[in-house]
Every structure is written in C-alpha cells, then in structure tokens.
C-alpha cells in the first residue's frame, strides 16, 4: 500500500509557481515586443526622425493570465486621419494617386513594420519562453 501526506505549505508553493509565471510571462513579452520596436526604428526611413521616433509599444491587454502589447508608429490624433504622424500608412504600404492637395503621387512603399515582424517573430517567441522559464527558475 502507498499513502501520500500533502505538506502544508504545498498551495504556497503552487500559487509561488503561478505568481512567477506571471510576472514571467509580462517580462517575456516585454521583451519580445521591445525587439519588435527596436527592429521596425532600425527599418524606418529616416528624413526628420518623426516617424521613427513615433514608433512605441501600448499595452493592450494587462491581466494575470494575459499580456498583449501593440507595436504602432502612430498616436491617435485629432486630425481628419485620427492619427499622427499622418504618412505613417503611405511609407509602409506605398501610395498611387492624387492626395487631398491636389499632388500626384506615385510612391513605392517603404515597409518597415511588417519586415520587423518577420525578421523577430522567432526571437520574441524565444522572449517569452526565457521569461516564463527565467521567473519559474526562481522559485525554490
């Protein structure tokens, strides 16, 4: 016959593994979405430094069991396109035709979010896993 005695302290210990998780996970993603960030100012054209400058990460989701962040290269805005600076979808996506002002345009993109996200998907992946194992590793 085998019997098991569950020490006292056992709920204390799984709920230290959860707390650590946590916080690892928030760390993790931080961190991935920072390589995001630095990638995407690395690609982004430079005349002014405005639109590089404006890239940023928000904290979209923040609860216990979920972290999200958005990397963006806009503010919102009170402007007739809702967001400053204004040309940040024109650099990245490219614009044929007549802007409001009348010019005639014909200009390529000039990605610099998208590559971001292909070129540290992998290590911001590896981010959160370091994160998660980094905090759980901590606890005794």
Do not use: C
């Amino acid at each position: 016959m085998l019997t098991a005695t569950l020490v006292n302290n056992s709920q204390a210990k799984i709920q230290a593994w959860i707390n650590a998780a946590r916080a690892g996970l928030k760390t993790g993603v931080e961190a991935g979405a920072a390589l995001f960030e630095g990638q995407a100012k690395d690609n982004a054209p430079v005349l002014t430094g405005r639109l590089r400058d404006g890239i940023h990460t928000d904290v979209l989701v923040d609860t216990d069991t979920q972290q999200q962040r958005g990397v963006t290269p806009v503010v919102p805005a009170g402007n007739k396109y809702g967001f400053e600076p204004p040309y940040a979808r024109r650099i990245e996506f490219g614009f044929i035709g007549v802007d409001s002002l009348g010019r005639h345009y014909h200009q390529l993109p000039h990605a610099y979010m998208r590559p971001a996200f292909d070129t540290e998907q992998e290590a911001a992946a590896e981010a959160v896993k370091d994160g998660v194992t980094q905090a759980l590793e901590g606890v005794a």
